[in-house]
């Protein structure tokens, strides 16, 4: 099950693996999905035509796009009989992008998750709380069978009734908490509330992932949950959790480049970048059967490292994923990540780490008015200088960022908590 020796191999052994696995997915989709066989012709190539892991960049690109209107099963690689799992991305506009596994798909990721639980400190003995939602979304399922496959007992709980949340962890003694970022916060949060201390839990370690977060958030995050906390990424299209996974390092986040073939291209000309430009996220699936996916645009921005790790790992890392492309919002010209004002907002003392990013459009002009809470302490004891502090906020995100926001600091518990994916962005422009 878990093979450190496949995740230190060396790396020329690792591209021989990615290569044969690399032609024998592409022949898949050539022989098995109509849109690929199409795609794959009108580029003029072939699996035959594949010789180095550098061909890839002659393959064409899936997006989300190709999903949707091959919606539901249009680019699934075997007949349905063997697909014995279905996942679906709610998505906010259009169809729900559908994803099929087989048997041995679900094994494969089952080994990922539980590679990636012991990259976060689990292991058999530990009580794994799974708080990702159970159901069409991959997150709670993904963790649970790792869980099981690497022997620790996972606590189903899903998302949600955040009070049954803390008493669980204090009755069952969870020492790995997996969620969103946002929820172990509005977790710490709730904590309090019910007088329950953290210092006291048996918490040792937290795998939390699925939105943006940044490296202050995870201070913020370790301090109140007093644990050691791992970010972990993946998408759904291409699996689900655990396609990459931070090491005891926390120096950017290990793909499972044995499954998964990763590129950054340039967003706006699809060319292929080099190593360590950022750029957007592109995956080839090495070995999925129920639906292989060649070139698959996550429209994540991050840059990838083949520096050694000192964890010993050889696989690439990804820097921890700024925001999306499709999350960038562009002010008067600038890109703006939503987590660029976050690492500004969290170096702030007195500043909770809830916060919402308001946009409109003034007589033809991008406004962005960034919404943050006060801690309560700080409210009590500022109350009249409040004005002068939104001033600071506002000149230390206006000198980052370079462009003028507005910051209004709101009450405590003032902006809404979520239990999964928290809203960062609320755009009125599109309205
Ligand atoms: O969010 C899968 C997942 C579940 C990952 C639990 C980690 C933990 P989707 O709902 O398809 O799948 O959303 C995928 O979420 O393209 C990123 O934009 C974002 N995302 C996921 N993990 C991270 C992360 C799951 N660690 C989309 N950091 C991806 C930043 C993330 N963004």
Redesign the pocket.
Known sequence: MYNPEIESMDRDRLKDLQLERLKDTVKRCEEMVPFYRQRLHEKGISWKDINSLEDVENLPFTTKDDLRENYPFGLFAVPTREIVRIHA?SGTTGRPTVVGYTSTDIEVWAELMARSLMAGMADKSDIVQIA?GYGL???GL??HYGTEKLGASAIPISGGNTKRQIRMMVDLGTTVLCCTPSYALYMAETADEMGIDFKQLKLKSGIF?????SDRMRDKIERLLNLSAF???????VM??GVSIECEEKNG?HIFEDCFLAETINTETGESLPIGEQGELVFTTLNKFGMPLIRYR???VTSLSDEPCACGRTHVRMK??RG?TDDMLIIRGVNVFPSQIETVLMQIEGISPHYQLIVDREAGLDIIEVQVEVSEDMFSDRIRGLEEWQQLIQSEIESYLGIGVKVLLAEPRSITRSEG?AVRVIDNREL
């Open positions: 991305s990702y979304f991959t997150g993904g963790f992932g699925a939105e943006p977060w970010d972990v990424y993946g998408l759904s299209e689900g959790p986040l996550t429209r994540d921890r994923v999306r994916k």
